[in-house]
């Protein structure tokens, strides 16, 4: 991108876009062009003043963020950051069906909070906007089939776990897949994607409403059971144990929250040959040596393909090293999955 990236902000109150301002001047790679104190404020700009970035609050006067989003995408798409609090996580996600790339918390004025905003602003105005021209579109699924209490998956079970990777882009993959999955898949499904602090929760309730399929924030103890997606929070790590989830305390220098390479390493060790490892979008290379340890188990390594990919960077690496046994397209990978996991029910039956 020549010259610095042309940022609308957008929020109805005067001291929090003063302070995204201010973060913004101290960056010499950022220009802000435009203050909006509302939806409607915002989609105006974006229209006369064409911007690279807009950071979009959600609770404002007039036409609130959710609708601005809408209106943004479908008429003048430009990568879209929402800035809002924890306790709106849900709707952040919403936002994300609707067209916007990330979400991030309100930053403090804290360095290293400053920082990473800063970091995924640049990111985020670096996606390709043609890929949010049109809204996610997932059925909300309003109807559970009941089912017996399943047995939880033990390392003799024979049973696949299936182990996904997730970065930039990546709650709108998972979206689609777990929308698609029935509610009788037979295995657990265990996620690390990359999110801000305290957002884990929102993006687990958000898929939740979504999928036929229980998804929920992970617990540490707690087993691994066939047909619950389970969502590693960002402030600690998830990986398999034989007694079930561990969640690991993040250390101050961890580049990635949560890694992704320690969720697909542990399940690699867990479950060997019966370990499925899916990295899907995101930037960075985080979950190639965590694939890496499940194919050296005998395991199953899958990718997302590039046309499908918000950004084609943790998947492209993986493919480059030569670490993918299936490249697949967004919408093949939820039957790829089912066609994976069902036939272990047949196999296990016949002996």
């Not at 807009?54 to 609130?64: I, Q, S």
């Not at 849900?90 to 979400?103: I, K, Q, T």
């Not at 939740?208 to 103890?221: D, I």
């Not at 493919?319 to 990978?333: D, S, T």
Request: a neutral charge.
């Amino acid at each position: 991108m020549a010259g610095p990236i042309r940022v609308v902000i957008a929020d109805d109150s005067s001291l929090a876009r003063s302070l995204l301002r201010s973060y913004y001047a101290e960056d010499g790679d950022f220009d802000v062009i435009g203050e909006a104190r509302n939806g409607r404020e915002a989609v105006d700009m974006v229209r006369m003043l064409r911007p690279n970035l807009v950071t979009m609050d959600l609770v404002m006067p007039v036409m609130g963020g959710l609708e601005a989003i809408e209106e943004i995408m479908g008429h003048r798409p430009v990568p879209i950051l929402v800035v809002s609090s924890v306790a709106d996580a849900s709707n952040a996600y919403a936002a994300v069906a609707r067209g916007a790339v990330d979400v991030t918390g309100k930053p403090s004025p804290v360095a290293d909070d400053v920082a990473e905003f800063l970091a995924k602003s640049r990111q985020v105005a670096s996606v390709p906007v043609i890929t949010h021209i049109r809204s996610l579109q997932v059925r909300r699924q309003t109807e559970r089939t009941p089912a017996a209490q399943p047995a939880a998956v033990t390392p003799g079970c024979g049973g696949r776990v299936f182990a996904i990777a997730a970065s930039t882009g990546g709650p709108q993959a998972l979206a689609r897949i777990l929308a698609a999955l029935p509610a009788d898949f037979p295995c657990p499904l265990l996620i690390a994607q990359h999110i801000s602090d305290g957002f884990a929760a929102g993006m687990a309730e958000w898929l939740g409403s979504l999928s036929r399929l229980p998804v929920r924030l992970a617990r540490g103890g707690e087993t691994l059971t066939p047909g619950v997606v389970l969502v590693s929070p960002s402030e600690s790590h998830m990986t398999a144990s034989p007694t079930g989830v561990v969640l690991c305390p993040r250390l101050p220098d961890d580049l990635y929250r949560p890694s992704c390479d320690t969720l697909l390493s542990s399940v690699a060790s867990m479950y060997g040959r019966r370990a499925v490892g899916l990295v899907l979008t995101g930037m960075g290379s985080d979950g190639a040596r965590g694939l890496e340890r499940i194919r050296q188990a005998g395991g199953q390594a899958l990718v997302q393909d590039e046309a499908s990919s918000v950004v084609f960077g943790m998947n492209r690496v993986a493919i480059e090293r030569g670490l993918a046994h299936r490249v697949l397209p967004l919408e093949a990978i939820a039957g790829t999955l089912l066609e994976m996991a069902r036939p272990q029910i047949g196999r296990e039956g016949a002996g």
